[in-house]
């Protein structure tokens, strides 16, 4: 088999296993075994007969992602569904174009016969990426009572947005509820970096020593995913010890 094309076999089998959080023990038989490795994965936990052109799709989207817009806004004109519209407003976001990811979670929004949780997740993320954040909190706040935003991506963001605006209590309060061990460690190191510009250094030395700690359990795939994370924690650690 062509070298290229199993990269890119290994490439869309480590893709799969990361979206769909499978054990890390396939990531070794994916990097270490590829051809093999890959056809097993894809047989036992990808493929049957009626994931077949799901799965053709992904692969199409990875190595031309254009051309997934352009069906799903076909797909939409064709059949104005909320699916359809936050399908595409989705593959917009993947692909970071969150201008025109934007309008169309918004009309989605008007469906008041769907749950907003996910597509309100979704507006945050959009409009912290372009650094709109007013617009975070107004929408952070709307599902800040529901159970799903404790402890999420949205309240981080939430926290981050009330920073950019000299909330800085407020902040705080939302930034830490994110310290969760064995979990975000990018976030855990963006909230000991805001404690540190907020003269909280024993705070932030805590965390990015609990970090620390917890790399030295990491996987191996996990070490080679927060490697330059970890490279930081120990950089700054560093610093802050002299």
Not at 83 to 88: A, F, P, S, Y
Not at 183 to 205: G, H, V
Request: proline share 3%.
């Amino acid at each position: 088999m062509p070298y290229y094309l199993i990269l890119l076999l290994q490439g869309y089998c480590i893709y799969h296993a990361y979206k769909h959080r499978s054990p890390y023990y396939w990531y070794f038989l994916i990097m270490f075994i590829p051809v093999i490795g890959c056809i097993i994965y894809l047989i036992t936990q990808v493929y049957n007969k009626r994931d077949a052109e799901k799965i053709q799709e992904e692969i199409v989207s990875v190595i031309n992602p254009t051309k997934k817009i352009k069906d799903l806004e076909k797909r939409l004109q064709f059949t104005e569904t909320y699916q359809n519209r936050v399908n595409l407003a989705d593959a917009l976001w993947d692909l970071k174009d969150y201008k025109n990811a934007i309008p169309h979670y918004l009309e989605a929004l008007e469906d008041s016969s769907q749950n907003d949780f996910y597509v309100t997740n979704k507006l945050i993320e959009a409009y912290y990426g372009i650094e709109d954040y007013s617009s975070v909190i107004l929408y952070a706040e709307k599902i800040q009572n529901q159970f799903e935003f404790k402890k999420s991506r949205a309240q981080f963001l939430y926290g981050l947005a009330l920073e950019k605006l000299d909330n800085f209590e407020e902040a705080e309060s939302n930034l830490r509820q994110i310290d969760v061990r064995y979990s975000f460690y990018n976030e855990r190191l963006t909230l000991a970096k805001f404690l540190i510009s907020r003269d909280k250094t024993p705070d932030a030395k805590e965390i990015l020593e609990e970090i620390r700690i917890e790399s030295q359990n990491m996987t191996r795939p996990n070490k080679r995913i927060y490697r330059a994370t970890i490279e930081e924690v120990e950089k700054l650690l560093g610093e802050l010890n002299q």
